[in-house]
């Protein structure tokens, strides 16, 4: 890092109509840099008060939504309409992705976290072996420990696709994260039993 | 009155004054050597570009031809701060997380004292961008300083959940594809069984019998 007393000034200038920073360099880091600028200018824009408010106190109308889009998809999966189940469910990941960045992250990640669990269930149903893995999967990354379902229908799905070196190792580390749940362990019995026939 | 023979307490006292000279004068040479070395040290971190991009905005000179320069308004100079910040939490995540293991590293002798030198030194720079950063928000928003980082954790911690959820989803059509193989080759497999006479070798018998369970899986 350099002294603190000084910075190195850059070539920027703005755009006075549109208020967007733009450089004259070719450097393609200050490029990008610039892009992401204007970008979070933007969002901060549609903002009543001049700065992100602090991530704590936490705006209910969004939370309420999502909710109950994930009650009404749960519902919709009950009676057995999988298609309208998942269109549900986009519509809340959609929601809840498109929260603003400067809320708290941990509440997005756990509301990300059931609807692509409860997505990956409806297109299992439907036996869209792919889609359920790859909503299975991001359920995991949003929420890798207490989220024994998810680690159990990316399992299922692998195994329903035949590949079942895979399946094993996830079931493994699924179990290393949840400790011996039993669903994830008669999951893995089921593998080994389809290893020994194939 | 004093029957002090002041002749035979020059020596001493020369002795001592040369003692104390000389060590003074070490310990401020040292010293001094120190920190010119510290300040010669090649910095730990690249050049801050989001420093850089928030300090040319602020003193931004006016344009050949115009006399006043078009004024930063200041939404986009909290915005640069912003995008400040969360490259400083950037660093000092890293920051934290090198420090038990280098520390480490010294105790065994596998790194020099120089690296240690220039990671006190990152150390001690971050702490100043810390600050100067708050005073920057105090000065931007009233009460900002408190919660600008704040803000910039959470939205660092959110880039990186999205760049992490975009690489799963960008998994999806390559799946697709090599499922929808799969499946046309269990599928023709199948067929050609069906198409062949039916001998009796143990082989055809497990083909069958696994397309079969395949086939059955696909179509559920």
């Known amino acids: 890092m350099e002294d603190s007393e000084t910075f190195t000034q850059l070539p920027i200038c703005m755009d006075p109509t549109s208020k967007a920073i733009t450089t004259s360099s070719s450097s393609r880091a200050l490029q990008e840099e610039l892009a992401a600028l204007n970008n979070l200018h933007k969002s901060l824009l549609q903002l009543e008060s001049p700065v992100p408010p602090p991530p704590i106190p936490v705006n209910q109308k969004r939370s309420a939504n999502i909710t109950k889009l994930r009650e009404s998809g749960n519902a919709e999966f009950r009676k057995g309409k999988h298609a309208e189940a998942i269109k549900l469910y986009a519509l809340g990941l959609q929601m809840a992705l498109g929260r603003p960045h400067w809320e708290p992250s941990g509440l997005v990640r756990d509301e990300v976290a059931g609807l692509y669990a409860n997505r990956a269930q409806a297109h299992m149903a439907m036996s869209n072996w792919v889609e359920g893995l790859v909503d299975a999967e991001a359920s995991v990354e949003a929420k890798k420990v207490g989220n024994a379902k998810a680690w159990w229908r990316k399992g299922r799905c692998l195994m329903e696709m035949g590949r079942l070196e895979e399946a094993k190792e996830w079931v493994g580390r699924g179990l290393e994260m949840e400790g011996n749940e039993a669903d994830l362990v008669g999951l893995l019995k089921d593998i080994e039993e389809k290893e020994k026939k194939a | ?220």
Request: with cysteine; charged share 30%.
């Open chain 2, 1 to 220: 009155m004093f029957g002090v023979n002041w002749w035979g307490l020059v020596l001493p006292f020369c002795y001592i004054s040369v003692l104390l000279g000389s060590l003074i004068t070490f310990a401020s040479m040292y010293r001094k050597r120190k920190a010119a070395k510290s300040a010669n040290l090649a910095p730990w971190f690249p050049p801050h570009l989001q420093r850089n991009i928030y300090l040319s905005l602020l003193h931004m000179e006016p344009e050949e031809g115009k006399e006043k320069t078009v004024a930063v308004p200041d939404s986009i100079l909290r915005a640069a701060l912003l995008r400040r910040a969360q490259e400083d939490i950037f660093r000092i995540i890293q920051i934290r997380s090198a420090k038990q293991a280098c520390s480490t590293l010294l105790q065994r002798g596998s790194i020099g004292d120089d690296l240690w030198q220039r990671f006190l030194r990152a150390e001690k720079e971050m702490e100043e961008e810390l600050r100067d950063v708050v005073m920057e928000a105090n000065a931007l928003s009233p009460n900002w300083g408190q919660h600008i980082f704040q803000s910039a954790n959470e939205i660092a911690a959110r880039s990186m959940f999205t760049t992490r959820l975009d690489e799963i989803q960008a998994q999806l059509e390559p799946e697709k594809e090599w499922w929808e193989k799969r499946r046309a080759s269990i599928q023709s497999e199948f067929m050609k069984e069906l198409d062949t006479p039916a001998s009796s070798t143990g082989d055809e018998d497990a083909v069958m019998v696994e397309s079969n369970k395949s086939k059955k899986k696909a179509k559920k």
